[in-house]
């Protein structure tokens, strides 16, 4: 960063998985790094804590602002004046949405509305990042998903995806604004919250194999997803941003995973080889070895519909931008267990 | 006796529909916005009539914003069906004003689904939404039909999307019988004046009277696929009375130019017109004295404009045996009619 300006760039959803990784990119790369931080009365350090090393390093800049509060996000992009922005932040959990819709649509969609006309009002308006999802496909037409195909969202989360990925096109052919989507199929990695499916089985496989007393509880073990791994996908995400076209484009890996085989990838990963016996709701999987108890399906887990064959073509990444994920399914599975092992002791519960 | 809540009911479509459901004999109920002067010309002669307001036809102060109200409204009222059909409809509109837009098109019509599932609703009652043409925006097909993808290029035809599909999610994960209507423009005297139908009938009435010179419009060549609204509004009952719900479109099937419209409205008030020029020059004039009365402003473009608009309505002659009948011809003249009868009684005023 000699005589040239640094890239001045600005992160909603920065403590989240993507946005951390996102963070650490950037700064590397040399850019000036904002991030937008709701305000807590109390902060408990853990929502930081995947931020810590920059913090410690004064690499990043925190904004206190809830995205809900207009004026002071408006305030917060006009002194920083990003060149890009990254609109990560957002609910992101499907099941939770059916539970919580109307604050999943206002997190996910009315933010990103809110944040597109502030942007829309700026002198200079940033290339604007928002982070789709698969789950605008929901129980999709065709497969392999691309950018042509039809939105068919089945969850509260996939309609408010929709609608933002929607939005943000017609804010770029409306106003002429650089807006991208991604449109990121499932990525993975030991920042993911435990409340999320991969890192719950990375969790549990760390602990059988350390002996610990418990059982797993899933869903269905026969959903299937398209998995990749996130530092992969956050790269995805920079080439979109200093792509010459603003647009959409699919981020995925192009492989089909059950859950079941991803259960199997992790145990294995730690030397258990897992059985699986009965079915349905009944299906239950034992350590091959002892034959001891490791996870049994709980219908609560059950989603009121789940999709099926979401996976995602894409070649107008790799195409267009030179992305090409390598980490995926099983593989992934066994990258998460070598990943946490190496972040040290998992805490107990 | 049925009854039934409407979202929107002083609006064009709601206040067809309430004379409709009164007539089959259904008890109906109103959600109206409070506000410090009531819009309700639409239906001020039910609420003027002793024998059918606050007998068989109740108002009750509500918005799709506030989701406790919706609640009790629904509980106190009990509802067999449910037309939700308030909305910011006006596209362009929508551009000025989309945090608002997708505050009552979207997040109402989920408060209303979500509070039919919170009160135990679920099994009893049937929901229609008003979808909309403008969901295909950028059309992916002509004609559109329930299969076409869908394209919005407006902060409206995003949040009516959100509202489709939520629909379609909360029948498909709790069992709702909620089916979406998705209506082409469909028009009537009753239109508010800001939309370009009832904005060119109202101008030639007036035109005619001498109220007014001149009608300044935007895309002279935009098509749409306009119908009469009164049989639209027959046919969201209909919807609401198969066995299974779904979704279905409400269209003529047949398209035509904003300019045509003009020619026909004109026509029908005794003023021909003829268009000469292109694009922002353009200009009908007059046949027989050559003046000006129709020019174009690009202040009336939308910042993207919807091409092709043309409904295929063969799922619903096939499934709910409706076809329109009033032709586009005779759509113009019931409109321009209505709007010279009401420039012809300003003018009457206007000399006492």
């Known amino acids: 960063m000699s005589d040239v300006q640094a890239r001045r760039v600005l992160i909603s959803g920065i403590t989240g998985q993507d946005g951390s990784y996102l963070a650490e990119a950037l700064v590397a790369k040399g850019c000036e790094v904002h991030g937008l931080v709701r305000r807590l009365s109390h902060e408990d350090g853990s929502r930081l804590r995947h931020l810590d090393g920059l913090m410690r390093e004064r690499r990043i800049v925190l904004h206190a602002a809830d995205l809900s509060d207009r004026g002071a996000i408006r305030r917060i992009f006009e002194s920083v004046s990003p060149a890009e922005f990254y609109h990560l932040a957002g609910q992101s959990h499907v099941g939770l949405s059916f539970e919580i819709p109307e604050s999943t649509f206002t997190e996910v969609a009315g933010s990103t509305l809110a944040l597109l006309e502030i942007c829309r009002d700026l002198p200079e308006p940033p290339r604007f990042y928002h982070a789709g999802s698969s789950e605008i496909f929901g129980n999709p037409a065709e497969v392999p998903q691309n950018e042509d195909s039809a939105y068919r969202p089945t969850s509260p989360y996939g309609c408010a995806k929709a609608f933002a990925v929607n939005l943000c096109r017609v804010y770029r052919e409306a106003y002429g604004l650089f807006v991208s989507s991604g449109i990121a199929y499932n990525h993975e990695s030991v920042r993911r919250g435990e409340n999320f499916v991969t890192r719950k089985i990375v969790m549990s496989a760390v602990r059988a194999a350390r002996g610990d007393d418990q059982v797993l509880e899933l869903g269905n073990l026969n959903a299937r997803r398209d998995w990749g791994y996130a530092p992969e996908f956050v790269d995805g995400i920079q080439r979109i941003l200093q792509h010459h076209e603003a647009g959409e484009f699919v981020l995925a890996t192009g492989a089909l995973t059950s859950l079941r085989e991803f259960v199997a990838g992790a145990f294995r990963a730690v030397g258990i080889d897992i059985e699986f016996r009965g079915e349905g709701s009944e299906e239950i999987g034992l350590d091959g070895a002892t034959g001891k108890l490791l996870l049994r399906v709980n219908p609560r887990y059950f989603r009121p519909l789940d999709p099926l064959n979401l996976v995602g073509d894409a070649s107008k990444a790799s195409r267009e931008l030179g992305w090409r994920p390598t980490v995926r399914g099983i593989d992934l599975a066994a990258k998460l267990v070598s990943d946490e092992l190496a972040e040290g002791p998992p805490e107990r519960h | 006796m049925k009854k039934a809540l409407i979202t929107g009911i002083t609006g064009q479509d709601g206040s067809y529909l309430t004379e409709q459901l009164l007539e089959k004999g259904y008890e109906v109920h109103g959600i109206i916005r409070r506000s410090s002067s009531f819009n309700t010309s639409r239906i001020d002669h039910l609420i003027e009539n002793d024998e059918i307001y606050n007998s068989r036809l109740f108002l009750h102060h509500g918005d799709l914003t506030d989701s406790s109200n919706l609640n009790r409204v629904l509980e106190r009222v009990g509802p067999d069906e449910i037309y939700n059909l308030a909305a910011q409809s006006h596209v362009k509109v929508s551009f000025e004003v989309p945090e608002y837009t997708a505050e009552v098109d979207a997040v109402g019509t989920l408060r209303f689904l979500d509070a039919i599932k919170e009160t135990g609703l679920a ?26 993808p ?60 001498g109220l007014e010179d001149v009608l300044l419009l935007g895309n002279l060549g935009a098509q749409r696929d306009w119908g009469y609204a009164p049989e639209y509004t027959e046919m969201m009952w ?18 035509h130019t904003v300019r045509e419209f003009c020619e026909h409205a004109f026509a029908a008030v005794g003023l021909p017109v003829e268009f000469t020029g292109e694009g922002v020059d353009e200009k009908g004039i007059c046949k027989e004295t050559g003046r000006t009365l129709i020019a174009v402003s690009p202040n009336y473009f939308r910042p993207a404009e919807v091409e092709e608009l043309l409904g295929n309505p063969a799922k619903a002659k096939r499934v709910l045996g409706w076809e329109p009948k009033v032709t586009f011809r005779d759509l113009v003249t019931i409109m321009a009619e209505a709007d010279w009868n009401l420039a012809k009684r300003e003018v009457a005023q206007k000399g006492h």
């Open chain 2, 238 to 255: 209909r919807i609401l009375q198969q066995p299974e719900p779904g979704d279905y479109v409400c269209a003529t099937g047949e398209m």
């Open chain 2, 150 to 209: 869908f394209y919005p290029r407006s902060p409206y035809g995003v949040a009516k999307l959100y509202g489709y599909w939520i629909v379609v999610n909360y029948r498909e994960s709790y069992g709702i019988h909620a089916s979406n209507g998705i209506l082409f423009n469909h028009e009537s005297p009753r239109r508010g004046e800001t939309f370009v139908t009832r904005k060119i009938t109202r101008a030639a009435g007036r035109i005619r009277e």
């Open chain 2, 123 to 148: 099994r009893k009652v049937r929901f229609y939404q008003a979808s909309t043409s403008e969901l295909y925006g950028k059309v992916q097909e002509v004609p559109q039909s329930e299969t076409t």
